[in-house]
């Protein structure tokens, strides 16, 4: 996705918004320079590009580290463990680390700062996302971007062997299955997450779609129900039979680029994969994707909905420079600017803007909008279970699963080994 437009109107409310901005009482704010520390993503290429924009019309310099996600997550912690203030701004994932960092104090909160910028209008963003950035009744971070699970599917294919698009968790497998009888095994019928770690957050969908949720109202575990033995077997059951060979080993980039070089009849992944599957540059199947909604189970259709956000670090000195910088980078102006860059915007008037929508000019990109809008409506935050150790969670369901790819494990054991990893864990979110 390439657009071009914005030049003159962005310019204009780049300098209204930043006008507009409004300052938090630290002694900082009259710094000309802060840090930002981003992570390898879709939004950090998009929105480097346009950080001279907002240094000229802010006279704020932008200080730019990037790293790699883990080794971005291990730069961000280290810094906020010891207290510096050398970094102000941050991405971060609340459904990873938020509960985390806020019980430990490392976010600013941005509450006071939204309640006396009236540009800036928070009621933008769909509740979903708001309640994603939200931790302990406060917002922690500004949302920069939304997706969510969806299924791709390989639209020229379906056709080829007459197969109808699976529109519910009980089609999945028969479609899969089909898929591989008419292909003869020459095509994986669908790529999706096995590696423990990135697995829980097209898992998660299974889950909730079947009305089962990561905890109970108590919040210990809820992996002794049935459902989520059922859940366990409809996802380890697609993977072991109709996913790649190495299955356990892959995450989104592997599964894209499966998807995009025409090996896959199906791949169930983030809607911002869209960029990479939908490239004319790289992908085979450009004008052959099809996008649907994650397949409905007896609660109807739940994906997972996450976004990453911009967080202002309580150590930072130049509080009013960085809210600056997030209240620029996740405006309505530089989030329609940012659609240019293929980035999902987490703000409803920008997803319903005319110059947004009329680049939605294709059966994939308006079936792709259409799902993620579903995302947004009906999808679940929680990426995987809530709590202060939360990767450490993810982990645990991940392996588990990833037995039961391997045949090494039933469905029952490992829910079994779940709910009894998982509680130790769960526990200390009461401490």
């Known amino acids: 996705m390439r657009h071009r437009f914005l030049s003159a109107g962005f310019a204009l409310a780049l300098v209204g918004g930043l006008a507009a901005g409004c300052g938090g009482g630290d002694s900082g704010g009259s710094a000309n320079e802060i840090s930002l520390v981003m992570s390898n993503h879709p939004w950090q290429k998009a929105i480097e590009p346009l950080l001279p924009e907002f240094e000229k019309a802010s006279g704020v310099k932008v200080k730019v580290q990037t790293f790699a996600e883990q080794q971005a997550r291990d730069k961000i912690s280290l810094t906020l463990q010891s207290r510096s203030s050398s970094m102000d701004v941050f991405m971060t994932l609340p459904s990873r680390e938020g509960l985390q960092f806020s019980k430990a104090g490392y976010y600013a909160p941005l509450d006071d700062y939204l309640s006396k910028s009236a540009a800036y209008d928070a009621a933008d963003f769909p509740a979903a996302v708001k309640t994603g950035m939200t931790i302990q009744d406060k917002m922690i971070a500004a949302p920069v971007n939304v997706e969510g699970v969806v299924l791709y599917y390989r639209t020229d294919l379906f056709e080829k062997y007459g197969i109808t698009p699976p529109k519910t968790l009980d089609e999945l497998p028969t479609v899969a299955a089909a898929i591989k009888q008419k292909s003869g095994g020459k095509v994986t019928p669908i790529a999706l997450r096995g590696l423990s770690a990135a697995l829980p957050f097209t898992f998660g969908p299974f889950l909730h779609s079947q009305g089962v949720e990561w905890t109970k109202p108590d919040g210990t575990p809820n992996f002794d129900t049935p459902g989520a033995v059922d859940a366990i077997n409809r996802y380890a059951t697609l993977a072991k039979d109709y996913g790649p060979p190495g299955v356990v080993n892959n995450t989104f980039t592997q599964s894209s680029a499966l998807f995009a070089a025409g090996n896959a009849a199906m791949e169930l992944e983030s809607s911002n994969e869209i960029s990479s599957i939908n490239d004319p540059k790289t992908s085979k199947v450009v004008g052959k994707i099809g996008v649907l909604d ?10 997972t909905v996450l976004n990453w956000g911009i967080a202002m670090s ?14 620029w980078a996740t405006g309505k102006a530089t989030q329609l600017k940012l659609t240019e860059g293929g980035i999902a915007p987490p703000r409803t008037s920008v997803a319903q803007d005319k110059a947004y929508t009329d ?19 009906n999808g679940s935050t929680e990426v995987g279970p809530v709590g202060v150790s939360a990767p450490e969670m993810r982990k645990v369901v991940g392996d588990a699963v990833g037995k ?14 779940i709910q ?3 509680t130790p864990l769960l526990a ?3 401490g």
């Open 294 to 303: 994650f397949p409905a189970g007896s609660a109807g259709s739940k994906s």
């Open 359 to 377: 680049t939605l000019n294709t059966d994939t990109l308006k079936q792709w909008s259409q799902a993620l809008a579903n995302v947004q409506t």
């Open 420 to 422: 009894d990893g998982l």
């Open 428 to 430: 200390k979110n009461a």
């Open 314 to 327: 309580s150590y930072s000195k130049h509080k009013d420079a960085a809210w600056k910088f997030i209240e």
């Open 404 to 417: 039961v790819i391997l045949g090494q494990a039933d469905a029952e054991a490992a829910a079994k080994e």
